[in-house]
């Protein structure tokens, strides 16, 4: 299973787009990179997943280079509301799914 | 609406008690699982389902029980056996798809111990 190593936390301003990065070295072949987003009491939400090069969806974008072994979750333009728990899995899916810590990001006004 | 709902929000358990925290589903799911997560922590797996009445030990099962007599319904007991059941208690579900599968969560319930 491939862990993720990525930052225990961040902080922002509102209006900056933030970047958070994650690192995956054992990658498997198979393996996806999915994103979700915690807030306090929350359960997780599924926020962008991808393979390889870039993802773009109404939230978020990932960045994937060639080898895989990172990857960037980038939100832009955050405010308040963005405020949350960011985990970065690397995974084939089901009971294999592993939620690390994941990186705390606070946005500040 | 589809979705996951958890019951009840909050539950507290008094020593040597048994407790269950209930976890509905209504997606049409194939697969459920039980988190546990602690403060400031990562999510753990405690128990998941892939089909009714089929159900694997996660990495923390000990002190936990669950059944799966329909696919809808995922409930886990937390036993007197559990020594530290205070934390916060997630249910998900997803439709297997391999690699590309993604989990959807309950709302969760928040186990004290009095």
């Known amino acids: 299973l491939a862990k993720t190593t990525q930052p225990i936390s961040m902080d922002s301003y509102e209006g900056q787009e933030v970047n958070i990065t994650c690192s995956h070295n054992?990658?498997?072949?198979?393996?996806?990179i999915t994103w979700y987003q915690q807030f306090p009491s929350q359960g997780p939400r599924f926020i962008i997943q991808g393979y390889k090069t870039k993802v773009t969806n109404e939230v978020a974008s990932l960045f994937i280079p060639a080898d895989r072994k990172s990857s960037t979750l980038s939100l832009p333009r955050v405010s308040l509301s963005d405020t949350a728990v960011y985990y970065c899995l690397a995974h084939t899916g089901g009971f294999k799914t592993i939620f690390g810590a994941g990186t705390r990001l606070f946005v500040k006004a | 609406d589809g979705g996951i709902t958890q019951s009840p929000k909050y539950l507290f358990r008094k020593e040597g008690q048994n407790v269950t925290l209930s976890c509905e589903q209504n997606l049409n799911h194939d697969a459920m699982y039980w988190y546990r997560q602690d403060p400031g922590q990562g999510l753990r797996l405690i128990y998941y389902s892939q089909i009714v009445n089929d159900f694997q030990k996660g990495d923390i099962a000990e002190g936990y029980s669950v059944s799966r007599e329909k696919k809808e319904s995922f409930p886990l007991t937390v036993t007197s056996a559990q020594k530290n059941p205070t934390a916060f208690y997630l249910c998900?579900?997803?439709?297997?798809?391999?690699?590309?599968?993604?989990?959807?969560f309950g709302p969760g319930t928040r186990l004290l111990v009095l």
């Open positions: 054992n990658i498997a072949t198979n393996d996806y």
């Open positions: 998900a579900s997803s439709t297997p798809r391999g690699a590309q599968e993604t989990q959807y």
